[in-house]
């Protein structure tokens, strides 16, 4: 193998993980062959299954393999079978893991709606036609890790609960920055996300990314919104948005409302990318947004396109080979063009197919990108 291949470890998982995991594979064997680009792909265990064949959610000797790698990829963990385990034995924790070892601060989630599938939106067509919006939620700090934390009894008997938001400045600028640099790649529009009307962190959170703004990115047009009417603006304009960053607790909301204009669990990919090295190259985990689906498991039956999404947000982010990532999800496109349903995205009058031949007709629109 090249010294130079680009290392991808992939994990699974349980439940239709390994289904969908299996037709991304087929999607980057291809890109080796007809493309030649050089990947050296390891695969472990993570989540149920590492439990039960390992003894821990994600063992000591994967962890190393996935901070040694260029980028993971993720299937899903979790099902009723480990659902009475103890906190620290839930197939979760290998994600929770992987999340806090790697230190993945920045959560992507594209909302993309694909033109075949603009009616499966809740809302009108009008308004998801064509929308492609980048939500970048800052996902290590804020309100679900501040301290103070906890409940507590006061004197007279009464309850208290206390949860606190802190953001510091170089919180604030790592997570600015990821999202300046996505827009670059894209179009070049940022909206900041914050509270700065009732909350002191995120009157910090404006300054501080009008700063970094002034100094480094006068090229990307910035805004500023409040995250309650960002959330309004969602569902009222979505096309309005390129890069939305924003903190862990509103980026938490504002994603799911996001990705909800598109349609289904089964179509959405997702990044989490860590702090970048001195080579500029940052840890990263590409996983689908949906779990492990135990109610379709081992059907055939679950949409693959989540997935290999994820993988074509590697070959971009991780690997910086747009026109690959630009093949792959082409030829998503071109398969729902042309009417190929799996269940969870059926439409009337389209054809339902199972994971595989999903699977199939991605690969056959690839092959006749090089054709
Ligand atoms: P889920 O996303 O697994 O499923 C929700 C619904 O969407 C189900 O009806 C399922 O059949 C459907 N669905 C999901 N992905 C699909 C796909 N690719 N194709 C077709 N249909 C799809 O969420 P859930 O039911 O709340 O959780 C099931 C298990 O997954 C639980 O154990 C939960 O803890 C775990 N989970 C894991 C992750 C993860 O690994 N990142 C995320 C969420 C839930």
């Excluded at 000591?60 to 980028?71: G, H, I, R, Y």
């Excluded at 059907?299 to 982010?317: E, F, G, H, Q, V």
Aim: with cysteine; glycine share 8%; hydrophobic share 40%.
């Amino acid at each position: 193998m090249a010294t130079n291949a680009k290392t991808i470890l992939c994990l699974p998982g349980d439940g239709i993980g390994p289904e969908v995991m299996r037709e991304t594979r087929r999607v980057l064997d291809w890109l080796g062959k007809k493309r030649k680009v050089a990947f050296e792909v390891s695969e472990a265990l993570v989540g149920g299954c590492a439990l039960d064949k390992e003894g821990a959610p994600i063992s000591e000797a994967t962890m190393k393999t996935a901070l040694s790698v260029d980028a993971v990829l993720f299937g899903a963990v979790g099902g009723p079978k480990w659902d009475p385990n103890p906190f620290n034995m839930k197939p979760e924790r290998g994600l929770l893991r992987l999340r806090k070892d790697m230190d993945l601060f920045a959560n992507l989630r594209p909302a993309t709606v694909f033109d075949a599938l603009a009616e499966a939106s809740t809302l009108k067509l009008d308004v998801v036609k064509g929308i492609d919006v980048m939500v970048l939620r800052e996902l290590t700090g804020g309100v679900y890790f501040g301290e103070p934390r906890g409940i507590t009894t006061l004197p007279n008997g009464e309850r208290k609960g206390v949860n606190t938001q802190v953001y510091t400045t170089s919180e604030i600028i790592r997570i600015a920055e990821v999202g300046f640099e996505l827009a670059r790649k894209r179009r070049k529009k940022v909206h900041s996300v914050e509270k700065s009307n009732v909350m002191e962190s995120g009157v910090l959170w404006r300054e501080e990314v009008q700063k970094l703004h002034d100094a480094k990115y006068p090229d990307v047009e910035l805004h500023h919104m409040l995250a309650d009417n960002c959330a309004m603006q969602l569902v009222r304009n979505p096309r309005q948005f390129d890069v939305i960053v924003t903190d862990n607790l509103f980026g938490d909301m504002l994603s799911d409302v996001a990705s909800m204009l598109t349609g289904s669990l089964g179509m959405l990919p997702s990044a989490s990318l860590g702090a970048a090295d001195k080579y500029g190259r940052r840890k990263a985990l590409y996983e689908p947004v949906h779990g492990s689906a135990p109610d379709i498991a081992g059907k055939d039956a679950a949409n693959p396109l989540a997935t290999i999404l994820s993988a074509a947000m590697m070959l971009r982010y991780s690997f910086d080979l747009p026109a690959e990532a630009d093949m792959v999800e082409g030829a998503v496109k071109s398969v729902l063009d042309g009417g190929m349903r799996t269940a969870d995205i059926m439409q009337p009058g389209k054809a339902k197919v199972s994971t595989t031949v999903m699977g199939d007709a991605v690969i056959r629109e690839l092959d006749k990108l090089v054709a």
